[in-house]
């Protein structure tokens, strides 16, 4: 039996019952205590395979491309922020202060790096670059982020001090990722080739963390505190960013001379947010406020992203493919 087209993939219904649990199940006293330390290990194993699995001669062939690469990393970093800063006259009404807070910390957070690479993928655009470029945004995210984050928060008191932020997320996440790297040459064939072991632990800590986050904030009154209205003007508002950084990327990459493949992986690097190191940071960043409504609107707008950036690869997928017969055509008419 096919499965039906309306439903989400497994991983969204994943996240769905993760926070239903939290919300009906919540975590508390010891066994809280033992979901946080089995998630500490489970990011760190996470970011030691993702360290392991990336290739550095992919990165090294592709590092070359700098003005792409300056681009995404521009847009995810400086543009984004400035976007949730800017439209705050339109999404701070739309959310709670705590919501609009998560927004701002959706905003300073790096690409993401799987999704990026395989919508560039179908779209038939740079891939190369788009691995580079995003696993760029993710290593550089673990120092830039807190920063960034720091500095949109600074009016919400909801972040801890960028500085410590970095100290903790460097020991968390970029000290596994630099033992996985130094590894790579030995293992990065063996995951290679068992990827599923890389998704099975990146879903798995991601649904900790929502679990552990959510347990903590129903606790404090999560569900008292974001009534529905605030939830479905918060699907507006990610919505109204997710618009933005596809119609800025697009136009910038247009206005900058790159070829249609380097502008796809500009659009899909640049326009996207990485859920695993979101709530992984939100963890750290919030730890003393409690990272459950603060990763609300990053869960939200990850959703938002797969479903629009997926129509939108198939799309310029398909037009390449049909493009590409003509302009062979045309080429052979012009060799005759």
Sequence with gaps: MSRPKFLPENFTLALIATVVA?????????????VDHLTDLAIALLFFLHGAKLSREAVIAAAGHWRLHSLVLLTTFVLFPLFG??????L??????????????LCALPSTVQSSIAFTAIAKGNVPAAICSASASS????????????????????????WDAIGQITLQLFVPF????????????????????????DQGSILLIVYSAFSAAVSEGLWHQVPPAALAGLVVADGILLGAALITTGLLGKW?????????????????????????????????HGAGAVILPLMVFHQIQLMVCAALAQRWGRRAELSAPASAGARSVVMR
Excluded at 85 to 90: E, G, Q
Excluded at 92 to 105: C, D, K, R, V
Excluded at 180 to 198: A, E, S
């Design 139 to 162: 290593i550089i995210g673990i120092f830039v982020t807190p920063l960034v984050a720091g500095l949109v928060l600074s009016n919400h008191g909801e972040a801890a001090s960028g």
């Design 22 to 34: 939290a919300s009906e199940l919540p975590c508390r006293g010891t066994a809280a205590l033992v």
């Design 256 to 288: 900058l001379g790159f070829n249609r493949a380097d502008r796809v992986a500009i659009i899909f690097c640049g326009s996207k947010k990485s859920l695993s190191q979101g709530v992984t940071m939100a963890k750290v960043i919030f730890a003393s």
């Design 178 to 201: 630099v033992c996985g790297q130094l590894l790579q040459p030995f293992i990065g064939g063996w995951i290679g080739r068992h990827d599923g072991i890389v998704g099975a632990v």
């Design 92 to 105: 701070s009404p739309l959310a709670t202060p705590t919501l609009y807070a998560g927004i701002l910390f």
């Design 85 to 90: 800063l800017a439209f705050k006259p339109i």
